[in-house]
């Protein structure tokens, strides 16, 4: 049986499949379907500093090959994140990632300062989607010198392995990911939401109250597997890969691409024990290839193929 494990900046992950924040829950709503011992890594839904309570009905809208959704980062905030969610997430067999939002760079600084303190959280995601009120509420995910600024700033009051996730709504994603690098990432995800809009003529209505909202599901993958690659070529730290991925197939393409983790979203809506059988359909997937370790794929494309293919 090929082996599975992967090394994603410090983490030793079992697997490279992650749940994708905000579609997975803060991780064990899922687990009898998706036991996290069969994971890499389970990733939280965004907290924030103060609870949040979101967009107003209605807020996700299900298209030919996917989601629209405005949410809105609805979440109670970090104090109940850590007095009632942490410390059950944290019994999960697999490595846990926080994702942290803010209206303010002094928020996701702040957030981060409180989590540092917390053994339970392995590693922290930074959702740049977030729109900064300070900045004309156009997303931190936009600007490179903005999303530099965040990291740079956040990572002075952690240890723990940061992770930026880019939004792919940008002119060119690899500035995006050289900048939080430059900032002190160890690692980025590729990618969240597209931006998106879907209406009833009839009715002369909105799908969703917000008007635009962000696209996920199978529809975006080519978009997102070019983002990852993008991303890959152009930094040194590891890329996880988000966007699309139903399949074994859609997690090897991405690894082969250069990403070292993926992280699976929306399929999981539909199919909730999804993630929890992909390790071993990846795992049979590479023993009909003739291949070890999960690790000879990733970034192969410009690679000869072994002899024996």
């Known amino acids: 049986m090929a082996d599975l494990a992967v090394r994603l900046a410090s983490l030793e992950l079992r697997n490279p499949l992650l749940s994708a924040s905000g579609t997975?829950?803060?991780?064990?709503e899922?687990?009898?379907?998706?036991?996290?011992?069969?994971?890499?890594?389970?990733?939280?839904?965004t907290v924030s500093l103060l609870p949040r309570p979101g967009n107003k009905n209605p807020r996700i809208f299900e298209t030919e090959a996917g989601f629209l959704n405005s949410i809105g980062l609805e979440n109670r905030g970090i104090e109940s994140y850590l007095a009632s969610t942490l410390p059950e997430v944290a019994t999960a067999d697999c490595v846990i990632f926080t994702n942290i939002g803010g209206e303010r760079e002094a928020d996701f600084v702040e957030l981060a300062r409180i989590l540092d303190e917390r053994d339970e959280v392995d590693a922290l995601e930074l959702n740049l989607s977030c729109p900064n009120v300070q900045g004309g509420k156009l997303p931190f995910g936009t600007d490179p010198k903005t999303a530099e600024s965040v990291l740079r700033e956040v990572r002075k009051v952690t240890k723990k392995p940061l992770f930026a996730k880019l939004s792919p709504n940008v002119t060119r994603i690899s500035d995006m990911a050289r900048a939080?690098?430059?900032?002190?990432?160890?690692?980025?995800t590729a990618?969240?939401?597209?931006?998106?809009?879907?209406?009833d003529w009839r009715k002369r209505a909105w799908r969703l109250a917000t008007k635009q909202g962000g696209y996920s599901g199978v529809g975006i993958k080519p978009v997102a597997l070019r983002c990852a690659w993008e991303c890959a070529q152009a930094v040194?730290?590891?890329v996880i890969g988000c966007g699309g991925i139903r399949?074994?197939?859609?997690?090897?393409?991405y690894l082969a691409v250069g990403c070292t983790a993926?992280?699976?979203?929306?399929?999981?809506?539909?199919d909730p024990a999804l993630l929890g059988r992909l390790a071993g359909e990846v795992s049979e997937l590479l023993d009909a290839a003739g291949i070890d370790s999960v690790c000879e794929l990733i970034d192969c494309?410009?690679?000869?193929l072994p002899a024996s293919v």
Do not use: C, W
């Open 301 to 304: 494309m410009e690679r000869p």
């Open 191 to 199: 990618v969240n939401t597209l931006l998106g809009m879907a209406v």
């Open 30 to 45: 899922m687990q009898y379907l998706s036991p996290p011992e069969r994971l890499g890594g389970l990733v939280s839904k």
């Open 180 to 188: 939080v690098e430059a900032g002190g990432a160890d690692g980025v």
């Open 24 to 28: 997975f829950g803060h991780g064990l």
């Open 262 to 270: 993926v992280q699976v979203g929306t399929a999981s809506f539909s």
């Open 236 to 238: 040194d730290i590891p």
């Open 247 to 253: 399949s074994a197939e859609d997690v090897l393409e």
